[in-house]
Structures are given as structure tokens and as C-alpha cells.
């Protein structure tokens, strides 16, 4: 129950709770169990992911902002998708990646391996 209880805190935490539970548990020297290492790793590598891909975005929008026609449709479609509040007061992005995060904390709480695409398969070979 602890172990399902660790990995969907990590999840709702954006990896957090992860990460402090690797580090006590380096620290005491207690192995991790397959199901909480899957999950604490997959959620940070998740949101490590979603926090450079905005990252990549920001920069590559700053760029196209400046071309003349491009520019300002391209700014208002970005400001629709993740800044202007639609959904329960998240933008659509946002609620993306809350929705996410609760499923996979969901999933997790029950014992089940939360499958994400291209990210359960690159955190099974870690």
C-alpha cells in the first residue's frame, strides 16, 4: 500500500514526492520495488519532458512572433491553447496535462502500470 500510495503522490507532485522517496531510500539503503521505481521515474522523466517541450515551444514562438503574416495568427492560436482559460479554469494544455496527472496517479493508486506512449517503454530499459 505504501508503494502505491509513494508513486501517485509522485504524480500529483510533478515528481517531487519521487524524487525525496529515491533519496530516503538511497539514504537508509531499502530497495525500491519495480512498481514504485517504474512509477517515480516515469513521472519525472514525464514532466522533465513536458517542462522542455515548453520550454522548445516559448523559444520557437518567440522566433516566428516577429515574422509579419505567421506572427500574430500563430501568437493567438498558442495564447488559445495555453493561456486562455476554457476548462475548469485551465487552458486546454493545462487541462491535458491535470487530466494526465490524474490518471496516472489513478492508475498507480490501484496498482496498475499507467501507460503513456514512447514514455513506459524508454522508463522499462532505464
Known amino acids: 500500500m505504501k508503494d502505491r500510495i509513494i508513486s501517485s503522490l509522485s504524480y500529483l507532485t510533478s515528481g517531487l514526492v519521487g524524487f525525496i522517496w529515491l533519496?530516503?531510500?538511497?539514504?537508509?539503503?531499502?530497495?525500491?520495488?519495480?512498481?514504485?521505481?517504474?512509477?517515480?521515474?516515469?513521472?519525472?522523466?514525464?514532466?522533465?519532458?513536458?517542462?522542455?517541450?515548453?520550454?522548445?515551444?516559448n523559444i520557437l514562438l518567440a522566433i516566428v512572433k516577429i515574422?509579419?503574416?505567421?506572427?500574430?495568427?500563430?501568437?493567438?492560436?498558442?495564447?488559445?491553447?495555453?493561456?486562455?482559460?476554457?476548462?475548469?479554469?485551465?487552458?486546454?494544455?493545462?487541462?491535458?496535462?491535470?487530466?494526465?496527472s490524474v490518471y496516472l496517479a489513478f492508475s498507480a493508486f490501484m496498482g496498475r502500470y499507467g501507460e503513456v506512449p514512447g514514455v513506459s517503454d524508454t522508463v522499462r530499459k532505464m
Open 67 to 100: 515574422m509579419p503574416i505567421i506572427g500574430p495568427l500563430t501568437v493567438n492560436i498558442a495564447y488559445f491553447l495555453k493561456d486562455f482559460p476554457l476548462i475548469l479554469g485551465f487552458s486546454i494544455i493545462n487541462f491535458a496535462i491535470v487530466a494526465l
Open 23 to 57: 533519496i530516503v531510500s538511497h539514504i537508509r539503503h531499502d530497495r525500491l520495488s519495480a512498481f514504485t521505481r517504474f512509477h517515480i521515474f516515469q513521472s519525472i522523466f514525464i514532466f522533465i519532458l513536458i517542462y522542455v517541450v515548453g520550454l522548445v515551444l
